[in-house]
């Protein structure tokens, strides 16, 4: 048996075997092949019997020119870069790797939760620059520094994270509702009690004002109602947007855990009146964002004016919190829950309030 590795430097520049691999039959690896369609693609899984690739492109003339193919195996979670329908077409299993990430995800989510409390990269970069040399005073930080002790931290450990991802970009909705079609046929395959409960959309491909072909997405998102997974974007939560409707909240800096310190809006306005009974806000500052690339170079910088594209995920990782405490219940029943127990902000408007959630979730669940 023939197996050829396309772009074996993603996943092993080195430090790996491919032993595992080599065990099965004939193995050749290429480091880089193409990432656009080539026919060096071609050329070089011309008689492979099993294909093996990360972001190489596997597209319909491609696999029309192989007729040896028996398999493709996508070293990724996505597999979007395989013409996946003409491969079944043509009855050759397609195969990926949903849950390679678990562990090393989540301990970068600790890598980064240390990061916004102590700004380890920034306090680097200004150490080497000579702030604290030239400081007049012995100690030195350029940001506030949060203490984890007596915090409290929210952790779903059995709930598993799907990715999906469309050109926002293009400003069209097929493009979303192809990546919600496929994520509804990963659910499929999934066994009960592993369902995909939500699906967090940081953008309003509903919306005519920034969208065209919306009545697809509109179309995608009542298949998902129907399948019973909830559908959260900026507009609001699944096909009846008017359940919850999200918006952005700021922080206070000096309150960072009392949800009844934020306020609806961003930082430098005014705020906001109060919202209908179904509006609930998100805390989307402060953000970090990547500055422009540089060559060699990485930088990052943080301000206090985010969006709901961090807003979103934030509600949906709540929601797997809830989820974690009583997997019986329904979307509705999330939400309902989520607006019954949030805060009341400085301006009157209802603020989520994880803690509070859960506290009332386990309350509910033991009696």
Not at 85 to 110: C, D, L, W
Not at 180 to 205: C, F, H, M, T, Y
Not at 281 to 289: D, G, K, M, Q, V
Not at 341 to 356: L, M, W
Request: proline fraction near 6%; charge should be negative; hydrophobic fraction near 40%.
């Amino acid at each position: 048996m023939k197996l050829v590795v396309l772009d074996g430097y993603t996943e092993n520049p080195g430090d790996l075997s491919w032993k595992g691999l080599e065990a099965l039959g004939e193995l050749t690896v290429y480091d880089r092949t193409s990432y656009t369609e080539s026919p060096l693609i071609a050329q070089r899984i011309s008689d492979a019997e099993i294909v093996i690739m990360n972001k190489t492109p596997i597209s319909r003339a491609t696999i029309d020119a192989c007729p040896n193919i028996r398999l493709i195996a996508v070293l990724a979670t996505g597999y979007n870069v395989v013409d996946y329908q003409h491969a079944r077409e043509k009855g050759i299993p397609v195969v990926n790797v949903p849950t390679y990430g678990t562990a090393s995800v989540s301990q970068f989510s600790i890598a980064l939760l240390l990061e916004i409390c102590h700004h380890i990269g920034h306090h680097s970069a200004s150490v080497h620059n000579g702030d604290w040399a030239a400081n007049p005073d012995w100690c030195y930080w350029d940001y506030p520094l949060i203490e984890l002790a007596g915090k409290t931290i929210g952790v779903a450990p059995d709930a598993h994270i799907y990715y999906a991802a469309w050109p926002s970009w293009l400003k069209d909705s097929r493009y979303a509702a192809d990546a919600l079609d496929w994520v509804l046929e990963q659910n499929e395959a999934l066994p009960e009690g592993e369902k995909i409960r939500v699906v967090s959309v940081s953008a309003a491909p509903g919306s005519a004002d920034m969208f065209q072909n919306i009545d697809l997405w509109n179309a995608a998102a009542a298949r998902a109602e129907e399948a019973g997974v909830l559908v959260l974007t900026a507009e609001g939560a699944g096909a009846k947007p008017d359940r919850l409707m999200p918006y952005p909240a700021v922080l206070d800096p000096n309150a960072r855990d009392d949800p009844a310190a934020c306020r609806v809006g961003f930082p430098g306005e005014d705020g906001s009146s109060v919202f209908a009974k179904n509006a609930l806000a998100l805390p989307c500052s402060y953000r970090t964002t990547a500055e422009e690339y540089t060559a060699g170079q990485f930088g990052y910088t943080h301000y206090g004016q985010g969006g709901l594209s961090w807003g979103i995920p934030y509600c949906a990782g709540v929601m797997a919190l809830g989820w974690q405490v009583d997997p019986t219940l329904t979307g509705d029943e999330i939400m309902r829950y989520l607006l019954s127990t949030a805060a009341t902000g400085t301006d009157g408007n209802s603020i989520i309030d994880p803690v509070h959630f859960v506290e009332t979730l386990e309350t509910n669940r033991s009696t």
